[in-house]
């Protein structure tokens, strides 16, 4: 069943969020949304968690829409808001007992479930501590107990790594990875190398629309496109190396790297490879060809390529 | 209804913690006990009677400022740390959210008006009482100070500043308090009446004289009512702009 988003749009006066968006999250995925700020991840997560209705368009999961039944909704997921917000005044233990109740915890299985967070979450030693004396890293991991508290099989982690400390952030991306084996996870974040660490799925959102959609692997080939080759020739006889490879059928462009003696960058026109050509020309003149390496495309070119 | 009693469990004790209730019901005990027991020109001694219509009629006024102070951070705080995202989130509705603020700064109320029941004894050990008249008063403190509440909450559902929520529940219930009575009395015929039946005082009169009419509990009830129902109003309107 999963989460299926129909058409979705979101406008704050004539500016719009969301922009008639559309997809399908399946049980048990975890998906990344990725985009600049601004781009309306967020007010997709908060329309997705029932905080926000949106103008348009409507969100199911399991076949219960939000707008029409939004609490049965709200108890299938578990969020954690931007900024996770939290009532610093209140202990852990009590704060994590309140959710549970909220969120329909049967009594007797509340103090299980609050001992199974704690443990989770690393959060052992602070348990007696308010929350408004914790570091930032342990209120996130407050964060991620309160959303998990009541077992969702939903959960909405909106920047869930943001303003901690690196080692912070591999603990998170651990039990994320862990928790995205029996759940599904829709997380945001505009760190590239975080969702590419995290997710079986990434979608680029920008300016409302979703711009990309499948895995990290998949999108590097799209937006590959055209093979990209780093060569280092050495000539013997002097002459214009450059020329003699722009002259070959396949390629494109062909340039010289800066500071680099013999290295050229080779682009080959779309759906050609250069390889075998620039060979047979070094065999041809009788140059030594000293290295080629295709250059891959990082995920941050995509993300740059797709969003400007 | 579960989720309604989670929520005024958790702001009473968050009442407590930050010493508010204490200083409310601390100050609240001082003020009411200095008029009605010590003060040179009002106490029980000095009026001969027994009666406790010294200590309603400063309640009526004690109440009338503290409870703003008490509500203008519900909903207020929730709004500006951003925890209203967090709440909403749950499986609540915006009503049980509301109810639950109004809930529990009533029972705080509650507890310091059941702190001044000693004053009821020792007044009764002094002479006739009527009880009746003290029953009124009380039930007629609590309704007005349940009106309060729910305006309170209201106002502290409008802003994200704490300051302002207090200045605008004052603002509001000062033409209950007191305003609407001056007007009306300045004013024959229909337009009077009216303003007369929306003064807060003279149902509260009525009240604490011990003559219990529906006419007064429905006024009262009604203003609750209102204020709740705006309250959430103004709650879902943030979370599902169109």
């Known amino acids: 069943m999963g989460i299926i988003i129909e058409n979705l749009v979101k406008s704050y006066g004539i500016q719009k969020a969301v922009n008639d968006t559309s997809f399908e999250i399946k049980t048990g995925e975890v998906v990344g949304f990725l985009g600049p700020n601004g781009a309306g991840k967020s007010t ?60 329909g915890v049967e009594r007797s299985q509340i103090p299980v479930r609050i001992r199974e967070m704690i443990e989770l979450c690393g959060l052992k030693v602070e348990k007696h501590k308010k929350i408004g004396e914790l570091s930032k890293g342990y209120r996130q991991r407050v964060g991620l107990a309160q959303a998990m508290i009541h077992n969702p099989e939903i959960l909405v982690l909106d920047e869930p790594t943001t303003g901690l400390d690196p080692n912070q952030i591999i603990e998170i991306r651990k039990l994320i990875k862990e928790l995205g084996k029996e759940k599904t996870v829709i997380l945001s974040s505009h760190i ?11 979608l680029i959102i920008n300016r409302g629309r979703i711009v990309a959609d499948g895995t990290a692997q998949t999108l590097r080939q799209q937006s590959q496109g055209q093979e990209i080759l780093t060569v280092q020739i050495e000539s013997s006889n002097g002459t214009d190396v450059n020329k003699e490879l722009l002259g070959l059928a396949s390629v494109e462009k062909a340039n010289p790297v800066d500071g680099k003696e013999g290295f050229f960058s080779v682009q080959s026109k779309p759906e050609t490879s250069s390889r075998k050509p620039i060979f047979d020309l070094c065999v041809q003149n009788k140059w030594y060809l000293l290295e080629m390496t295709g250059t891959e495309t990082n995920l941050e070119d995509v993300f740059r390529k797709l969003t400007n | 209804m579960k989720s309604i009693w989670t929520i005024t469990k958790r702001e009473l004790a968050s009442f407590f913690d930050s010493l508010v209730a204490y200083v409310l019901i601390i100050i609240f005990l001082g003020l009411s006990g200095f008029f009605t027991w010590l003060s040179g020109s009002s106490n029980i001694f000095l009026i001969n009677q027994a009666d406790l219509q010294v200590f309603f009629g400063i309640s009526y006024w004690t109440l009338f400022f503290f409870i703003p102070a008490i509500t203008m951070r519900t909903l207020a705080e929730e709004n500006r740390s951003g925890t209203l995202e967090l709440l909403s989130t749950k499986a609540v509705s915006d009503w049980q959210i509301v109810v639950g603020k109004f809930l529990s700064s ?137």
């Open chain 1, 44 to 103: 997709t997560m908060k329309i997705i968690t029932g905080y926000m209705a949106p103008t348009e368009g409507d969100v199911r999961v399991d076949g219960v829409s939000v707008l029409e039944n939004p609490e049965e909704v709200k108890r299938r997921i578990g969020y954690l808001p931007e900024n996770n917000p939290l009532y610093t005044d209140m202990a852990i233990i009590d704060y994590l007992r309140f959710c549970a109740e909220l969120q």
């Open chain 1, 192 to 202: 590239l190398s975080e969702v590419e660490a995290t997710c079986d799925r990434i």
């Open chain 2, 106 to 242: 009533l029972l705080l109320i509650l507890i310091a008006l059941a702190c001044t029941i000693p004053y009821y004894i020792t007044v009764s050990k002094l002479g006739n009482v009527d009880h009746g008249a003290v029953i009124g008063g009380y039930l007629g403190l609590l309704m007005i100070s349940a009106a309060y509440i729910s305006i309170g909450v209201f106002s502290s559902a409008t802003t994200n500043n704490q300051i302002v929520a207090f200045l605008l529940a004052l603002f509001i219930g000062i033409f209950f308090q007191i305003l609407f009575g001056v007007m009306a009395s300045g004013l024959r015929g229909t337009l009077g009446e009216i303003l007369n039946y929306l003064s807060a005082r003279s149902h509260f009169e009525s009240l604490s004289r011990g003559v219990i009419d529906s006419r007064d509990i429905i006024y009262f009830l009604s203003i609750i009512t209102i204020g709740l129902l705006y309250s959430q109003t103004i709650l879902s309107k943030r979370n599902w702009q169109s």
